[in-house]
Structures are given as C-alpha cells and as structure tokens.
C-alpha cells in the first residue's frame, strides 16, 4: 500500500515563516555582537593611545646627566636578589654534598623524586650547575678558583 504524503500549501507557508523570522534573528543577533566588538575594539584603542602617552611621560628627557643617572639607579645593595625555587635548592644542596665528582640525573631525579632533565637544562643554562660529564651534573668552580684570569 502506497502514502502519499502531501503538504498543504498553508503548512508550507507557515514552516518558511518560521525559518526566515529564525534567520532574521540570528541576522539581527550577528549584527549586534558586531557592533559591541567594534565598542570593544575603539575602547582597547583609546586605552592603548592612553597608556602609551602616559609611557612617554613616565621616559626621561634625553640626554640626562650623569648626577640625575646615580641619583635614580638603585645600588647593588637595595636591589632585591630573586629567590631559587625550592625544588633548585634541593639540588644545590645535593650537589654540594656530592663535592666535584657531581651526581647523575639519574641520582638527582631518585632524590627528587621527579624527572628533572628541563629543570637540569634550565639550571645548567643559568650556570647554577655544569655537566661535569655527559649526564652528570656538579657545582661550578667558585669566582677566582677555576684558574682563569
């Protein structure tokens, strides 16, 4: 037995309907979401011309004398040392324990009881530590003991 399904043209107008109102609101909501991200946009922009005029005012004049250079670069003394990690630390610790011969990163990473490998690099590139060997680790020479001149 065959159905045939027919719509009627009233149903057919009626689901249209429905589909354009639908578009015209997403219509009218991409519309709206524009316009506020060209508020944002000008406001960001306002701000950037903002802060980069207070940047300029905040800059010495050129040229300044050596007498205003001292009176506004802090000393050595009154400059805050940043502090290791504690994790850095540990290390040090370590190695220090370990005197020359160093410590693999095997040994460290069992006593860190982590993978260490970036921290490591990263101390190594610091000159925290040297690698005294391929993958061991020691202190470097304290200032004036290595023998360079």
């Keep these: 037995m065959e159905t045939n399904t027919t719509?009627?043209?009233q149903t057919v107008n009626s689901l249209l309907r429905e589909l354009l109102e639908t578009l015209y609101g997403q219509?009218?909501?991409s519309r709206h979401r524009e316009e506020l991200a060209g508020r944002r946009e000008e406001f960001y922009r306002r701000q950037i011309v903002d802060l980069q005029e207070q940047l300029?005012?905040?800059r010495p004049s050129p040229g300044p004398t050596p007498a205003v250079l001292q009176a506004t670069t802090p000393t050595p003394a009154l400059v805050p040392r940043p502090t290791r990690p504690p994790l850095h630390e540990?290390?040090?610790t370590a190695l220090e324990s370990a005197g020359?011969?160093?410590m693999?990163?095997?040994e460290l990473e069992a006593m860190a009881?982590?993978?260490l490998a970036g921290v490591l690099d990263g101390m190594a590139r610091r000159r925290y530590v040297i690698r005294a060997k391929p993958g061991v680790y020691a202190l470097p020479d304290p200032p004036g003991l290595s023998g360079d001149r």
Aim: aromatic letters at 0%; zero cysteines; a negative charge.
């Design 27 to 29: 219509v009218e909501d």
């Design 56 to 58: 300029a005012a905040l």
């Design 104 to 106: 693999t990163r095997l």
């Design 113 to 115: 009881g982590k993978p």
């Design 7 to 9: 719509i009627d043209l």
């Design 90 to 92: 540990l290390i040090l």
């Design 100 to 102: 020359p011969a160093g």
